[in-house]
C-alpha cells in the first residue's frame, strides 16, 4: 500500500481526506482554517473551473494554488462525474460523444470537454494531481451504456496520458504533477478488471474507483468496491472517489482505499448536521458516531461544545447555544464554524486509521 506521495507542492501522508473546494472554495474557509483543521489537499472541479473564473483567468493569475491562496495539495477532478449527475437529471444539459463531452449548462453556454481539453485545462492550473477524463456511470445502467462507459473511458485514458506526457516534453519541470487513470465498469466485474487492466497498460499513477458507490437503497457497494481494489496496483493511491460518509470511508480504507474526497462534511455543515464521537471510540464499531442537529430548538441554552472529545477551535471557543444561534440568525459564522467542527471530525478519523495500520 502506497504510505506517502510526492507532489510538486509538498509530500503527504495516506491515507488523507481531501474535502471538495469544488469552484475553488472550501465554502466558508480560508487558508489557516483548512491547515487548522489538518487538511493535507483540496479537490477542485476543472469544468466549473473552465465556466467561472476561466482557465484564462486562473493561467493569468499565476495558477490555481496562487489564486485561492492554497499551499497545500490540490487534485482537479475532470468533470466527467458532474456531467453524469446533471444528464441524468436532464439530457438537455449534454451529450456524451466519442470525442468527449459538450456540455451545455445553460442555453447561453455550451463546452467541449475533450480528453485534450480536459488535461490542458488541469495543467495550466497547476493540479498536483490529474485525473483523466471518464465517462461516469450508476449501478443500475444497463449492460449497454457500461459497457460503453468502458470503451470510452479507455479510449479517452489513452488521449489523456498522451497528452498529458506532450505537455510534460514541452513544459519539463522538476517534479511533474501525477496521472490517475478511473475505473469503470458498474456492478459488472468482467468490465471493471477490462477497464483496470487497460488502464494499467497504459500506465498511471494512481487509480480512482469510477462511477456512483451506492446502490438505489443508499448503501455501500461494498463487493465491486473491495474487487475493484485488488485489481489496482498495491503501490500505488488508490482513490475512493465521493466517498463521504464516515462509516463508508472506515469500510473503504479496510478494503485498500487510501485516498477519499466527498461533499458530505462540509455541505451538511451548512445545514447544521454535526459529527461527534461517541465516547471510547472504536472504528470496528459501525456507530463510532453519532450526529447532533445543532437548528434544535433543545439547544438553545445548551452550554456545552459541540462534542466534548473534540479539539477543533469551534469546540473549544463556542457553546452549542451559541452555534444554534448563529443559525438562528442565518449568519455565516455559523456555516465557517460548524464546517470546521466537521472537517476537524473527518481528519480525526483518518488520523484513527492510521494508528490501527
Known amino acids: 500500500m502506497a504510505k506517502s506521495l510526492n507532489l510538486p507542492s509538498g509530500h503527504i ?6 474535502p471538495d473546494s469544488t469552484n475553488g472554495v472550501v465554502r466558508s474557509l480560508d487558508k489557516e482554517d483548512l491547515h487548522n483543521v489538518n487538511t493535507q489537499g483540496v479537490v477542485t472541479n476543472i469544468l466549473h473551473l473552465m465556466r467561472n473564473p476561466g482557465i484564462s483567468v486562473i493561467k493569468d493569475l499565476g495558477g490555481l494554488h496562487r489564486f485561492i491562496n492554497w499551499d497545500g495539495i490540490i487534485l482537479t477532478d ?28 445553460s442555453s447561453k453556454e455550451k463546452i467541449e470537454l475533450t480528453p485534450e481539453k480536459c488535461i490542458q485545462a488541469q495543467y495550466i492550473c497547476g493540479s498536483d494531481i490529474i485525473m483523466c477524463l471518464d465517462y461516469c456511470t450508476h ?8 459497457k460503453l462507459s468502458v470503451d ?21 519541470k522538476d ?23 487497460s488502464l494499467i497498460e497504459i500506465g498511471f499513477d494512481g487509480y480512482g474507483f469510477g462511477g456512483w458507490p451506492l446502490d438505489k437503497k443508499g448503501n455501500l457497494l461494498i463487493d465491486i468496491l473491495e474487487y475493484t481494489a485488488k485489481l489496482m496496483p498495491d503501490n500505488l493511491p488508490k482513490y475512493a472517489m465521493g466517498i463521504g460518509k464516515p462509516e463508508n470511508i472506515v469500510i473503504c480504507a479496510e478494503l485498500g482505499y487510501d485516498l477519499f474526497d466527498c461533499v458530505v462534511p462540509t455541505r451538511e455543515a451548512r445545514h447544521g448536521k454535526l459529527y461527534v464521537f461517541n465516547p471510547e471510540v472504536d472504528l470496528k464499531e459501525r456507530n463510532f458516531y453519532t450526529n447532533i442537529f ?9 452550554e456545552k461544545p459541540i462534542s466534548e472529545y473534540c479539539n477543533c477551535y469551534t469546540c473549544r ?6 452555534i444554534h444561534h448563529l443559525f438562528e440568525l442565518e449568519d455565516c459564522l455559523a456555516f465557517r464554524l460548524a ?13 484513527l486509521i492510521k494508528e490501527k495500520e
Open 139 to 146: 449501478p443500475d445502467d444497463s449492460p449497454e451504456i457500461n
Open 78 to 105: 475532470s468533470g466527467g462525474f458532474q456531467v453524469f449527475s446533471m444528464l441524468r437529471e436532464n439530457t438537455k444539459y449534454g451529450t456524451i460523444t466519442d470525442e468527449g463531452i459538450i456540455f451545455r449548462p
Open 317 to 322: 471557543n463556542f457553546s452549542r447555544a451559541y
Open 13 to 18: 501522508k495516506l491515507p488523507a481526506f481531501f
Open 152 to 172: 470510452s473511458t479507455i479510449r479517452w485514458a489513452q488521449r489523456c496520458k498522451y497528452e498529458y506526457n506532450r505537455l510534460l516534453d514541452q513544459h519539463p
Open 175 to 197: 517534479q511533474h504533477p501525477l496521472i490517475f487513470g478511473i475505473i469503470q465498469g458498474g456492478k459488472d466485474k468482467e468490465l471493471r478488471k477490462r477497464c483496470a487492466d
Open 294 to 302: 445543532i437548528k434544535e430548538e433543545k439547544y438553545t441554552r445548551d
Open 339 to 351: 464546517t470546521i467542527h466537521n472537517l476537524y471530525f473527518y481528519n480525526e478519523i483518518i488520523r
